[in-house]
């Protein structure tokens, strides 16, 4: 009896110390929260304000002046703040058929593991075959008609291919290495280019070489056999953004120099080019003909073709909490003191005219770093007098869907009783839904071949 009361007593007296430790964790995360909030709040307030006070390094009274002298190699005032390009070079130049003039480059950022989605866009819409295709229909006039902004010089030797596709790609850094194992099979081939996955499967890792040096492999492999590759001397990790964005936009300003329009992607895009093309031969009333209801939109105007930066622009606040689903994109009063950003668009998509590319590239110089590509580029914008121009058909989506076009829907309703029904909702089909879509973003690889098979079957790409 009095036996198992002691018992009792001690199981009870273990439970009471389980329970304390989960208040007092339950508390001391609330804590944290709290803190984090308060500090967050703290920030905003101490916040300057954008519209009135923004100053931004190098702070000149004429900052397009002093970027003009820079260019022409005229004396300049000032040295270069940014040493942006000082240490990293290019390790590796795609082929180097940069000879002829191209309509538009297309600069594709991504990661050294990603060799799966850089196969799916070489099947899909970075498919030779299929950016021939469009280059012939333009050649033909039969995409665009008006053609001042869109054509392809009479003379030119190669009028199959004025697209000029490549992927840029860092180092592999330790972050890198560390995801290799979650992706393992990301290099399956897809849609019948497979080859290079198969002869990669046969190198299979040795003792004494790295998974790092494995990955190295491969990318040399890759880079070989498609010469698409343009590899950076500066690590591949998300801090390392804005080097890599700006890499691209060097390389298209010193190496692949004779193009007209140069577009800025993610690999985890969908793009469409007819539709990309109809828009740049006339943003402004892209896609019937009218000018875009604006009301929410800061919209630019486009005065000059030659000054085209074009994609989804935003007006945000930077992220002040620390803790969070934003937290990557934390920033302190000192990294960046003010309550909005200059508009700017996700650097997912952004198409833009050569003379914009070579402002940034020579901006660059004189713009005191910023750890996001996309606000820099924004910054540097702003510093310039480039008007971002906004259209509603570049998507930013998230790979779960919300409410963007395209959404692959499910075939059968469900109820709650769990019986189903065909779905034979009249709403749009992905196909319509797409029709004047010119980017998509956070599409994974299965989405990307299942959303280029329905467009193909149906003949609108
Ligand atoms: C290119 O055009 C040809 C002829 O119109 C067509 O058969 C082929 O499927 C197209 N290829 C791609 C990859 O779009
Ligand atoms: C790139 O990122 C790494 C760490 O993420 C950092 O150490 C390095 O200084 C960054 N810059 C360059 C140019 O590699
Ligand atoms: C039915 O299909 C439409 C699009 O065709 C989709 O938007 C809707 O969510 C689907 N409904 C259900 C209940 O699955």
Redesign the pocket.
Known sequence: MNFSMRRMRARFTLIKGKAKLVVTFILCTALVLLVDHFLGLIAVILEKDFESDFSYPLDVDNFPALIENFRNGDPVEFEPINRLYS??KFLEKADSSCDEFKLMLIMIKSAPRNLKRRNVIRSTWGHPQYLKNISNLIRTNKLVTSSNRISIPKNHQEPNAVFKLVFLIGLI?D?ENDKLDVDSNDDDGALGVGELSKSLKDTLPQDGVTEKQQLEKKLRLESTRYKDIVRID??D?Y??NT?KTMMGIRWASEVCTDFEYALVVDDDMFINFRNLLLFIESPATYPDGEAEDSDSEPVGQIVDANRLFAGKVLFTKPIRQRIGSYSKWHLSLEEYPYNYFPRYMPAAAVVMSKQVVEDFYYASYYTKHFRFDDVFLGIMAYKMNIIPFSCSYFYVCHTDGGKCPGNIPPKKKRFIDGSEEDNNSEELTVVEQMEHVIAKHGLNSDQLIDLWRELTLFGRI
């Open positions: 240490r990293p850094s972050e500066t690590l990790s801090s390392n080097f």
